[in-house]
C-alpha cells in the first residue's frame, strides 16, 4: 500500500501530539494551504455542462400508520391496496370456500388467501373435500357479523372499531384457534383498554390462560390483587371456586405473596428512611464539632449566628440535642431518652471514624479504645472456650473410642 506524503505543518504537529501522550498541540499556518490536498474542484473544471442534473428522489409511497399507542406493528402498506384486498373479500369473486355458520349464513372466500393469512386454516382446508369446486368449512359458536370481522381481517388487517369492540371476545379465541398472532395482539390491547372490571376479571384470567395470553393474565392478576376484596365477592368468583377450586388456591397464594412483597417493600423503604436520617446526624455532628455552625461549636471557631443558613437539615435538632446532654442532670444509661439518643450517635460515630486521635468529636477516642478493650476481652473469652472444648474432647476420647468398638 502506498502512503502520501504530506509535508505540511498539520501532520508534523500531529505527530508531535502522539509523541507527546495525547497532549494535542495545534501548529501554526495558513489553513488554506493546509487543505490543499482536500480541495473540492470547481464544477466548471471537474464536470462537462452537457451531462444533465440528476432526478429529484423518488417521494414516499407509503406512509407509517400506527392505529394504537400501546400497539409496537405499524402498517406501511398504501390505502389502495387495502381497499382492493377488501373489495376482493366483499365481492368473493372467485371464491372458492364456503364459511357456513351457526346461523347457516354463508362467507365466501379464497383458499390461498386463507392458508397464507392461518397455517392452521390451510392445513384443515387441504383435508376438505372439493365438491362442484367449493370446500365448505362449518365454524359453529361465533355470529355471522363476528366471523366476517375475522375473514375480513384475514384479508386486509382492517376492522372496524365498533365490531372489534363487540366481538372482541370472539376474534381472541379465533385468533389463538387459527393461530393470527397480530389479530391476537390487537385484541389483547383491545381488552387492556378499559374494558376489564371486577365483574368479569376472572372470567377473562380463565380465558386469558386457555388462549396463551401471558400478557393479558398477568393484567387480570395486578387487577385482581389490588381490588381483591371486592372481586372475591363478585358472581365470577364463585362460580370459578366451584368449577376450579385449583385456580382459587393459585389465586389465593399470588395474593399472599403480592401482600408479602409489599410488607417487605414498605420495611426497606423505612430501614433506607432511617439510614438516610442516621446519616445526614452524622454528617451534621461531624460538621458541628470540626467546623462549628450558627450558635455552637469548637470553641477555636467563629460562629455565624442565627442569620446565616445551614445546608446541613439535621442541624439545627442536633444542635438541640447537643444543648440539652450538655445540660442535662439525668446521664445515666435508660435515665434520660434525649440523652441516650446522644450517646448513641456518639458511638455510631467513634465506629465508623478513622482518625480518633485527630477527630473533633467528643469521646470519639474513648469510645475507639473501649470498642479494642472488648474485642481482647471476647477474643480472650472465646479462646478460653476453645481450649476447654479441646480439653473435654481429649479427656472423653479413650472412653469414646472403647464404646464404639463395643458397639
Not at 399507542?69 to 390505502?79: T, Y
Request: charged fraction near 25%; aromatic fraction near 8%; proline fraction near 5%.
Amino acid at each position: 500500500m502506498a502512503y502520501m506524503d504530506l509535508d505540511t505543518p498539520w501532520s508534523s504537529s500531529l505527530m508531535e501530539s502522539f509523541d507527546r501522550s495525547f497532549n494535542i498541540h495545534i501548529g501554526e499556518g495558513n489553513l488554506a494551504e493546509t487543505l490543499d490536498f482536500v480541495e473540492i474542484p470547481n464544477s466548471s473544471t471537474a464536470y462537462n455542462h452537457d451531462i444533465p442534473k440528476p432526478p429529484p428522489p423518488p417521494s414516499k409511497v407509503c406512509t407509517k400508520m400506527i392505529k394504537h399507542k400501546g400497539l409496537a406493528d405499524s402498517s406501511c402498506v398504501p390505502k389502495e391496496t387495502k381497499d382492493a384486498w377488501d373489495k376482493l373479500f366483499k365481492q368473493g369473486y372467485g371464491a372458492d370456500v364456503h364459511i357456513i355458520t351457526e346461523d347457516g349464513l354463508i362467507i365466501a372466500a379464497h383458499h390461498v388467501i386463507l392458508g397464507i393469512a392461518s397455517p392452521i386454516l390451510g392445513n384443515l382446508l387441504q383435508k376438505l373435500k372439493v365438491k362442484n369446486g367449493i370446500r365448505y368449512l362449518k365454524i359453529p359458536g361465533v355470529p355471522y357479523d363476528g366471523l366476517c370481522t375475522f375473514v375480513r381481517y384475514l384479508y386486509s388487517s382492517c376492522y372496524e372499531e365498533y365490531e372489534m369492540k363487540k366481538y372482541v371476545l370472539h376474534l381472541l379465541v379465533l385468533s389463538h384457534t387459527y393461530m393470527v398472532p397480530s389479530l391476537k395482539r390487537v385484541c389483547i390491547h383491545h381488552l387492556e383498554q378499559g374494558w376489564l372490571n371486577k365483574e368479569n376479571v376472572i372470567d377473562m384470567l380463565q380465558l386469558a390462560r386457555n388462549c396463551d395470553a401471558p400478557r393479558l393474565v398477568l393484567v387480570c392478576l395486578r387487577l385482581i390483587i389490588r381490588d381483591f376484596k371486592s372481586i372475591s365477592s363478585t358472581e365470577g368468583w364463585k362460580v370459578m371456586k366451584r368449577a376450579n377450586p385449583a385456580l382459587e388456591q393459585e389465586l389465593l397464594e399470588s395474593v399472599v405473596e403480592a401482600d408479602t412483597r409489599k410488607q417487605e417493600r414498605l420495611k426497606k423503604i423505612e430501614e433506607r428512611k432511617v439510614y438516610l436520617q442516621l446519616h445526614e446526624a452524622m454528617e451534621a455532628l461531624l460538621h458541628i464539632c470540626r467546623d462549628g455552625c450558627r450558635t455552637i461549636g469548637p470553641r477555636d471557631k467563629v460562629l455565624k449566628g442565627n442569620e446565616v443558613i445551614c445546608n446541613f437539615q439535621a442541624c439545627k435538632g442536633l444542635e438541640t440535642l447537643i444543648r440539652h446532654f450538655s445540660g442535662c442532670k439525668t446521664k445515666v444509661p435508660g435515665g434520660c431518652i434525649h440523652c441516650k439518643r446522644m450517646w448513641q450517635l456518639l458511638e455510631l460515630h467513634s465506629r465508623t471514624c478513622n482518625e480518633p486521635d485527630y477527630c473533633k468529636v467528643p469521646l470519639c477516642r474513648h469510645f475507639k479504645e473501649k470498642m479494642q478493650r472488648q474485642n481482647k476481652k471476647d477474643e480472650a473469652r472465646w479462646k478460653l472456650l476453645v481450649s476447654k472444648v479441646i480439653a473435654t474432647k481429649n479427656a472423653l476420647g479413650p472412653f469414646s473410642s472403647r464404646q464404639s468398638s463395643f458397639l
